[in-house]
């Protein structure tokens, strides 16, 4: 668990599910993200995230907010997936629900997920991308301070070409 002056970051429960598969089933949260998800695919992504953490001892978190208990979201490290050219490398993601945007808890929880990445989990480097629309992701990852890698940018192959998506932006933190 990490707490931060507004949030808990904590494994997920069962009783979170509900949350999570309404925040996976709306269409603006998942417009940079793929499209919705089924809740049999958001539990997908959950099993996924458990396994992380049970084999490496890092995942995406349960961003909760400490006010009122709500659960907001995602955001931790995982190693990229398998489909993706960057596959196995440590990256950090979040997805937090509409009303929360502009208000910094994207920043307040990644920056939190990177110093557990750097200090407790031992990584030396944990990359960030999204597509060149995602504006609010960048600006996340540019009040970071991750260094942009345009060296680094690569297709997504899951997408068709000419897919405005498709493109994907590297962003590199260290310690």
Known sequence: MIETERLILRRWRDDDRPAFHAI???PEVMDWLGGV???EEADLRLARVEETFDRLGYG???VERRADGRVLG????MPAHESQPI???PEIGWRLIPETWGHGYATEAA???LADAFGRVGLKEVW???SPHNLRSQSVMVRLRLARRPDLDF???NLPPGDPFRPARVWVARP
């Not at 995602?74 to 490290?77: M, T």
């Open 74 to 77: 995602w955001c931790g490290v």
């Open 111 to 113: 920056a939190a997920v």
């Open 60 to 62: 995406r978190f349960c």
């Open 37 to 39: 998800l089924t809740p």
């Open 155 to 157: 297709e997504n192959p």
């Open 128 to 130: 960030a991308y999204t």
């Open 87 to 89: 596959a196995g490398t």
């Open 24 to 26: 996976c089933a709306d």
